[in-house]
């Protein structure tokens, strides 16, 4: 039986996000892989009240619980979504696979540093410097920004490093970002190497 | 032995992330319990070269997800962080929190629904309706918003219910919103009593 990877990521919003979905699952069946594709495709089902929203999400997380446990690895789209850092629900399902001890894989499509990202949005009007004259970081709420030299949080690529899985970044036109899959590809052959 | 809880958060990006932790250890102290706080506040370590932020990077990944191992409950801080979400750092512990079948608990100290945060930040300049005169669910890029009276992305409170945890919310002004220790001992209060 082929290993199966589950396909974690933000696209499950796009409009188009079936074909997503299908283009990513093609892409694995030609490297020998099995792709999962999480049910928040379900998203645009017509919702009314508010128990019956509540029951669907619930039945979709744990469809996407159920799809991580038997998957063999997740391979997760970072791409930041809506802000510095990567789709919450995508991280969710990331740290859920580390503690399943899964095979972890993700990729950027936006090559730059967390730190640069988040300055970029949040930081403050005037930048702070400590007595020797270094930038202090921090965004314009007070807050330490992260300075690691990496893509995003931490506990991202330092569990996907303990796990040893591989990260990739590549970089895309904008309107390609949440969609090019070059990355992924790249990913696909790393496992069919290791 | 006392039962320990991993107190997950982006408090450890506060100024005083130290005594933020310390806090909250206190508090599992007075209830029974031993809090293992995060290392990231080793983040205002003076960091210089590449290669040794990186390194630091890795140690407090590795330490962190070995807390959690150890740990028997998670208590997650899911308030907003730079955006509608939490902090992608908390998020991936609560994950792997699930992953390794432990006790998950949540809050946030923003009680808004994740829909009417996400479209308070970012909606399109007119709002789109369907056929039917519904209003579409859709951010200012075309993405879908998730409209599932929850609190943020459905894996994060899905997964707290798979593991028969508990989420709570609780309004603060917003300068205590990353320190109001009210939903965190309430939680531990709910430890007590399960």
């Not at 410097?129 to 990496?150: K, P, T, V, Y």
């Not at 569990?159 to 590549?170: D, K, P, S, Y």
């Amino acid at each position: 039986m082929s290993r199966s990877i589950y396909l974690a990521g933000p696209e499950v919003f796009l409009p188009n996000a079936k074909e997503q979905g299908e283009a990513k699952k093609a892409l694995c069946q030609r490297y020998g892989f099995s792709g999962l594709y999480p049910l928040d495709n379900e998203l645009d089902e017509s919702i009314t009240s508010s128990q019956y929203a509540q029951a669907l999400a619930w039945a979709i997380s744990a469809g996407n619980e159920q799809l991580i446990q038997q998957a063999d690895v997740i391979i997760a789209n970072l791409t930041p979504f809506r802000g510095a850092s990567a789709d919450v629900g995508t991280v969710y399902e990331l740290g859920l696979a580390r503690g399943l001890n899964k095979t972890l894989l993700g990729y950027s499509n936006d090559p730059r540093l967390f730190v640069d990202r988040t300055k970029a949005l949040f930081a403050p009007a005037e930048p702070a410097f400590d007595l020797n004259g270094d930038e202090i970081m921090m965004d314009r709420d007070g807050l330490a920004i992260e300075n690691f030299e990496l893509h995003d949080n931490l506990m991202i690529e330092g569990g996907i490093r303990l796990a040893q899985g591989c990260f990739l970044t590549h970089e895309t036109a904008l309107a390609e970002r949440l969609t090019d899959l070059s990355a992924f590809e790249a990913l696909l052959r790393w496992l069919v190497e290791h």
